[in-house]
């Protein structure tokens, strides 16, 4: 078995210049610097040493979105235990790939959600773009429900700038508003005040207006909803992770299956996934 802490993150390097930095701590992406940018907003208050989940990045939530009813906490334990680095996938002029692993151990086993399991993640790197996908296996004798999102926190220069396209005419709960379910009919999605929601059966691609001059593409696939979030003044303050004013420099986009728990019976697989790209 691996010694634990034997890997503490891996670094990806294209030729081409971008980078990312994956920790096998929640196997959270936690930089991808594209064109010399930083382009995931990570808190100058981040605790990395695992006592919490990384404030920033790409924590990724597995088995449970939000709180209950299939365990107890927030936003399940994938994120605050170390996977196991599996190595490097591809290694070539047009990508870089590196796979991470988590199975059920006593920790996951003693949360509440006690199935057996195995959780691989792929994370490709190329010239414009950052992948990352994710497989559920269900190891048990019996089906088990989840749900699973990529939790990604976006940069920006500046939160009054930042817009989403094609999320339009789609039906969205709104954790704000005692799970009330409305409808979308603004063009565009922006921020001027708390924002929790969670759109439903979003489309493949979502186009994300990150700062004026630069435009973020996020294709998913085998997700069904995605969730957008920013905390604004007051939660700031709330969280001991996070800057009273680094609300104005992020927001996420995230995409999972939420809104329903997915069913996966023995020996089946699960696959979903995300590609960001720079258009
Ligand atoms: C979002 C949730 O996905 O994550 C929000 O919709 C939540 O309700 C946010 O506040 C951050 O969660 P946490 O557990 O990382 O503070």
Redesign the pocket.
Known sequence: STAQGAVDRVVLMHPSGTRCEVRTLGATVTSWVLGGKERLFVSDKAITDGSR?I?GGI?L?FPQ??TGPLMPG??GFA?KLRWEYTGIKKDDESEIMVGFDLRDSDATRASGWSYSFRLSYLVTLTTNSLGTHLAVTNTDKVAFPFTA?L?TYFATADIGHVAIDNLTGLNYTD?LLKNHVFYEDRPQVSFDQEV???YHGTPETLILHVNPDETMQLKSFGFEDT?V?N?WTD?AKD?VDFGDSEYKSMF?V?SGSVHEAVKLPPSQTWEAGQLLELV
């Open positions: 989940p404030r924590p939530v979105f939000g927030q936003h994120r999102l939790h954790k929790d929601r969670i969730v979030w905390p939660k969280m996420c995230e």
